[in-house]
C-alpha cells in the first residue's frame, strides 16, 4: 500500500557554526521519520548530509560567505564581534527573505527558525505563515531579573538594583537595533512594514518560542515572553550520535581517558590557546585529543600521547574523557553535561561566558577569563577540576538531561 502523504511541511532555519546547525538537522531528522516534509535552509555545506537524512535543502549561505566569516580573527573579539557579525548577516538578508518566502508559498508550510534568521521573521509579517523561534541557550531571551552575562565587561554588577538592570537591558536593546535596524528598515519599508524600535523582543516568533535546554540551566524569568516553553537539551539522534573514528576509537581505548580540547568549528585562529593547553596535558602526564577543522593551529608534529582530530561525535567522545576544555559554545556545553564530563571553559565572545558561569553555578565545571590563560592557569585549573570529579560527580545531572530529549519535546510542540 503506498504510504500516507506527510501531514506539514516545516521549513528549518538556522546560521552559524555546526554547533548551531546541528540541533536544527536532528530536529529535521525527528520530524521527517514522523512522516513530515522537512526542508532545511542554512550553510551550503550542510546539503550533503541533509540530503542522506531525506530532508530537502535551502543553500542559505554560500561556503564562500562562510570562509568571508570565520577567516577575520576579530569575529572573536568580545566588542568588535558582534559589529563583524552584524555587517556580514544584514548583507544576506534580502536574499534569505526570498528564498524563504518561496519556500513557504504552499499551503500547509511552518517556519521554524532562530531569531538570528531575521529575515524569517519578516517574512512571517508578510505572509503569515506560522512561526517557531527556536532558541539554543538561555543568552538569547532578555531579562532585568536574571540578566544574561556579556562579554567586554558590558554586564550589569550581580548586586545591582533592578532599575539598574532595567536600564542596562534598554541599552543592550539599543545596541542590538542600531546594529541592524538601518538595514532592517532597508527591507522592510518597500514591504509596507514599520521600523523595528527593539530588535531583541521583535525578532521572536510572536506566537511559540521552544527553549532547547532545561528549566535547570536557563530556568524561567518574570519578564520573559509568556510565549516561551523550555524542552530540554536536544537529543542525539543524527550525525553527532555517530561511533567514534577508527584512530579515535584505537587512542580512547590505549590508555587512560584522555582531555578532549576544541574551540569550535568556527575557529581557525586559537594556535596560542591549542598550545598552552598541549602544554597543559604534558605538565599534568594527560593524554589530550585536540579537535579542529583547521590543523595548522596545531604543531606539525605531535608527541605520541596527544592526537589531532578534525572531527569526532561529541556524544561519544566526552564519556570516554576525563575532561574537556572548550570556548563555551552551547552545543559542546550541552554535550559535555550529558556526558557527566567536567569542563573548562576559555570564552571567546558572544554566549559564551554566560554559559561557562550557569556551568560553574552547576558545579559542572570551572573557566578562566583572556587575561589567565597561560599554559601554568590551565594546569591548574584542570588540576581542580580532576580533584573536585572525584567529590561531586556529573551523574545525576547528565542522567536526567539525557532522559529528556529536547528533540522529541519540540517536534511534539510542532505538531
Not at 506527510?6 to 546541528?22: A, E, K, Y
Not at 537591558?169 to 509596507?192: D, K
Not at 532547547?212 to 523550555?230: C, E, I, R
Not at 575557529?267 to 598550545?275: P, R
Request: aromatic share 8%; hydrophobic share 45%.
Amino acid at each position: 500500500m503506498p504510504s500516507q502523504p506527510p501531514s506539514r511541511h516545516f521549513v528549518l532555519t538556522t546560521t552559524g557554526t555546526d554547533g548551531d546547525l546541528h540541533p536544527f538537522y536532528e530536529l529535521g531528522l525527528t520530524l521527517r521519520a514522523r512522516g513530515h516534509r522537512v526542508t532545511l535552509a542554512t550553510h551550503d555545506h550542510f546539503e550533503e548530509r541533509s540530503r542522506k537524512g531525506g530532508l530537502e535543502f535551502l543553500p542559505l549561505v554560500s561556503a564562500a560567505e562562510t570562509q568571508a566569516l570565520v577567516d577575520q580573527e576579530a569575529l572573536w573579539s568580545p566588542l568588535r564581534g558582534p559589529r563583524i557579525l552584524a555587517r556580514w548577516g544584514m548583507r544576506l538578508v534580502p536574499r534569505q527573505y526570498e528564498l524563504l518566502k518561496a519556500a513557504v508559498a504552499e499551503p500547509g508550510a511552518h517556519l521554524v527558525a532562530s531569531p538570528g534568521v531575521v529575515a524569517a521573521r519578516v517574512v512571517q509579517e508578510t505572509t503569515r505563515v506560522p512561526l517557531t523561534s527556536i532558541v539554543l541557550q538561555p543568552w538569547l531571551i532578555p531579562s532585568a531579573f536574571a540578566p544574561p552575562a556579556m562579554m567586554g565587561g558590558l554586564s550589569p554588577p550581580s548586586w545591582s538594583p533592578h532599575w539598574l538592570r532595567q536600564a542596562h537591558l534598554r541599552m543592550v536593546e539599543c545596541m542590538g537595533t542600531a546594529l541592524i535596524g538601518r538595514g532592517l528598515a532597508q527591507l522592510r519599508s518597500p514591504l509596507g512594514l514599520p521600523p523595528i524600535r527593539r530588535l531583541f523582543c521583535w525578532w521572536f516568533s510572536p506566537t511559540r518560542i521552544v527553549g532547547l535546554f532545561p528549566d535547570g540551566y536557563g530556568a524561567p524569568q518574570p519578564d520573559w515572553p509568556p510565549q516561551v516553553v523550555l524542552a530540554g537539551f536536544p537529543g542525539t539522534v543524527g550525525a553527532s550520535a555517530g561511533a567514534l573514528p577508527p584512530e579515535v576509537e584505537a587512542f580512547c581505548a590505549a590508555g587512560d581517558p584522555p582531555i578532549a580540547v576544541t574551540f569550535g568549528t568556527g575557529m581557525k585562529h586559537a594556535s596560542t590557546l591549542f598550545g598552552d593547553c598541549l602544554e597543559a596535558c604534558r605538565r599534568l602526564g594527560r593524554r589530550g585529543i585536540f579537535l579542529t577543522q583547521y590543523r595548522d593551529q596545531l604543531p606539525s608534529f605531535l608527541p605520541p600521547w596527544a592526537l589531532a582530530c578534525a572531527f569526532a561525535p561529541f556524544a561519544a567522545l566526552f564519556p570516554r574523557c576525563a575532561a574537556v576544555v572548550h570556548h563555551g559554545g552551547i552545543g559542546t556545553t550541552a554535550r559535555a553535561l550529558a556526558a557527566g564530563c567536567p569542563q573548562l571553559i576559555l570564552p571567546l565572545a558572544f554566549d559564551q561566558l554566560d554559559n561557562a558561569l550557569r556551568v560553574r553555578r552547576l558545579q559542572q565545571g570551572a573557566w578562566l577569563p583572556r587575561r589567565n590563560r597561560a599554559a601554568s592557569a590551565i594546569t591548574r585549573a584542570l588540576s581542580a577540576l580532576d580533584a573536585g570529579n572525584q567529590t561531586e560527580p556529573g551523574q545525576p545531572l547528565a542522567r536526567r538531561i539525557r532522559e529528556a530529549d529536547g528533540l522529541i519535546r519540540t517536534a511534539d510542540l510542532l505538531e
